[in-house]
T-cell receptor, first 115, second 111 residues
Framework: DSGVTQTPKHLITATGQRVTLRCSPR?????VYWYQQSLDQGLQFLIQ???????AKGNILERFSAQQFPDLHSELNLSSLELGDSALYFC??????????????FGPGTRLTVL | AQKVTQAQTEISVVEKEDVTLDCVYE???????LFWYKQPPSGELVFLIR??????QNEISGRYSWNFQKSTSSFNFTITASQVVDSAVYFC????????FGKGTRLHILP
């Protein structure tokens, strides 16, 4: 158990809908990262937040957004969902100071299925 | 541009055999970090090791060992005396200004 929690574990929805995925980092970690894992794209970095502020952006679509709240939990919002958004979405957390020095610990993931 | 290549898509070995998973990376950064993660059938990603670009010492942790060679831009992972519980997908990752994962190697340990 990494100490990172994600809810829900599974999510099934329809195209065009909007969903919110939630992540609670390990105690003491200030950075939260979101990743998408799909069969064709592999594991891709989406976005990083550090202490409430956006720190780095990866291959995140404009239909997706995220935020980190004062209690450090984070939410990833996916809107206008398409079939291709079906994937496993991971959250990871790290202490988050200098950035590159950090080891990220991953949550169990949320499996999103878009029908 | 950064790139991580795990050329072995899938490997099968019989239990107790040694197996090496290859990872080759590309980066122009002088400071970077390399990672290995394990993804067992249950799906979660488990951190195995982190190595920074200035530390080329090999590392051994139980049955696991890692060989980092900057000259060949490789960070290979060896499991000695493999066990069925080692069956998983293993990812190599490179972190410079952002983190890039390889496509992973699916390892089957046959009883």
């Amino acid at each position: 158990d990494s100490g990172v929690t994600q809810t829900p574990k599974h999510l099934i929805t329809a195209t065009g809908q909007r969903v919110t995925l939630r992540c609670s980092p390990r105690s003491g970690d200030l950075s939260v990262y979101w990743y998408q894992q799909s069969l064709d794209q592999g594991l891709q970095f989406l976005i990083q937040y550090y202490n409430g502020e956006e720190r780095a952006k990866g291959n995140i679509l404009e239909r997706f957004s995220a935020q980190q709240f004062p209690d450090l939990h984070s939410e990833l919002n996916l809107s206008s969902l398409e079939l291709g958004d079906s994937a496993l979405y991971f959250c990871a957390s790290s202490v988050g100071l200098a950035g590159v020095a950090d080891t990220q610990y991953f949550g169990p993931g949320t499996r999103l299925t878009v029908l | 541009a950064q790139k991580v290549t795990q050329a072995q898509t899938e490997i099968s070995v019989v239990e107790k055999e040694d197996v090496t998973l290859d990872c080759v990376y590309e980066t122009r950064d002088t400071t970077y970090y390399l990672f290995w993660y394990k993804q067992p059938p249950s799906g979660e990603l488990v951190f195995l090791i982190r190595r920074n670009s200035f530390d080329e010492q090999n590392e051994i942790s139980g049955r696991y060992s890692w060989n980092f060679q900057k000259s060949t831009s490789s960070f290979n992972f060896t499991i000695t005396a493999s066990q069925v519980v080692d069956s998983a997908v293993y990812f190599c990752a490179l972190r410079g200004d952002k983190i890039i994962f390889g496509k992973g190697t699916r390892l089957h340990i046959l009883p």
